[in-house]
């Protein structure tokens, strides 16, 4: 997609394509994967959107996947992998890496391709929830709530370049 700019507007101001955000977590089972559907489903053009863990579980949280439907959102994709497809020689080039989970901030990350930037966007884990279906539920609605606010104020940013975005993506990860 490209922003119309000004005439006088430099190039550089132009995003000529979508951008590359990798959303981490420990398990990419619930945060990280409904972090990567937000932005997949209210980003379309402006960002193209992945997760993934440092020690994935093997399969998306039943609940997570829930959650997605009740609202409407394509999980099609969602699978539980590791940050490794990303780290690769091949991997596509991230231009944010944004961990959602304390544990995944903490970690030494691999190098990833490109030198993206990087942002915490720190939430309590809804998979950690135990009790009733609904008390569950209940936990994965107020993650989704708290996810797809700190998306809107990203897609609110609008396309100036990264770099000029960072501090205010940062700050996003202090949204409650």
């Not at 994709?77 to 304390?102: H, L, N, Q, Y």
């Not at 107020?142 to 104020?153: N, P």
Request: hydrophobic share 45%; charged share 20%; proline share 8%.
């Amino acid at each position: 997609m490209i922003s119309i700019c000004d005439v006088k507007c430099p190039p550089v101001c132009l995003m000529t394509s979508p951008r590359n955000v990798l959303f981490l977590c420990t398990g990419n089972s619930a945060r990280s994967i409904l972090a990567e559907a937000i932005l997949r489903h209210y980003g379309k053009g402006s960002y193209n959107a992945y997760s993934a863990g440092s020690m994935p579980t093997g399969m998306p949280n039943p609940a997570a996947i829930a959650t997605l439907e009740a609202r409407g959102i394509d999980h099609g994709f969602a699978r539980s992998k590791s940050w490794d497809e990303f780290a690769g020689p091949d991997a596509d080039a991230m231009d944010i890496v944004i961990t959602v989970c304390a544990n995944a901030a903490g970690e030494t990350c691999p190098v990833w391709p490109g030198h993206p930037h990087t942002a915490h966007w720190g939430v309590e884990d809804p998979a950690a929830v135990t009790g009733s279906r609904d008390d569950i539920m209940a936990a994965f609605a107020v993650t989704y709530g708290q996810m797809k606010a700190r998306v809107d104020a990203l897609l609110a940013l609008g396309d100036a370049p990264v770099d000029d975005l960072m501090p205010a993506i940062r700050a996003i990860g202090e949204l409650p």
